[in-house]
Structures are given as structure tokens and as C-alpha cells.
């Protein structure tokens, strides 16, 4: 099994910075790829980003340009640089990977854009 553990979250103001963290362990062979979805109350889990192993990019139109995923393969860890967060960006952020063609889903953070 793979095991997913996020970091990072917390309470930021608009325009702020928060940088977010996925360590992968367990049954670690060859990663294709990770990501970060995000889920709203009351919405419906949407993509922010997904990297794989090659390193292409994914983002989602609303987070295009602010926020940036990255992946150190030697430590099995993605990670989401989000700048200029705005209010609707409250979330939690899951991580995500996929290997041998399975999605594993960490348990992820809470991330609270708010004045």
C-alpha cells in the first residue's frame, strides 16, 4: 500500500502564501504521476494540479499562473506553492499519486484564505 501524508495547511490572508507537502511511502516502485485536488464544503472535488514523473504539468484555469506544483522523486514528495491565495481557495487539499495504474489519496489539509 501506499501511504500519502499532506502538510503545510493553515490560516492565511488574501494574497498571502502557503506551500503544501506530500510524502509518499509504503509500497513505493514507480510513481507516474501526483496531484492535489481540493474539496469545498458543500462542492464537489475539483483538480488543482497534477505532475508526473516525466514532470508535466497540470493546473486548473482557477489556479493557473498562482499556484505551482513540483516533485522530488529521490523523496517520493510533491509539493503546491500557492501564491496570491484568494477566499475562494479555502479547501482541504488531498495529495494524490498514481502507480501501476491505482490512485492512493492522502488524508489531507486544511488550507483557510480569510481576512
Known amino acids: 500500500q501506499v501511504h500519502l501524508v499532506e502538510s503545510g495547511g493553515g490560516l492565511v490572508q488574501p494574497g498571502g502564501s502557503l506551500r503544501l507537502s506530500c510524502a509518499a511511502s509504503?509500497?513505493?516502485?514507480?510513481?507516474?504521476?501526483m496531484g492535489w485536488y481540493r474539496q469545498a464544503p458543500g462542492k464537489q472535488r475539483e483538480l488543482v494540479a497534477t505532475i508526473t514523473k516525466g514532470g508535466s504539468t497540470n493546473y486548473a484555469d482557477s489556479v493557473k499562473g498562482r499556484f505551482t506544483i513540483s516533485r522530488d522523486n529521490a523523496k517520493n514528495t510533491a509539493y503546491l506553492q500557492m501564491n496570491s491565495l484568494k477566499p475562494e481557495d479555502t479547501a482541504v487539499y488531498s495529495c494524490t499519486v498514481r502507480q501501476f495504474g491505482s490512485d492512493y489519496w492522502g488524508q489531507g489539509t486544511q488550507v483557510t484564505v480569510s481576512s
Open positions: 509504503g509500497s513505493i516502485f514507480s510513481i507516474a504521476a
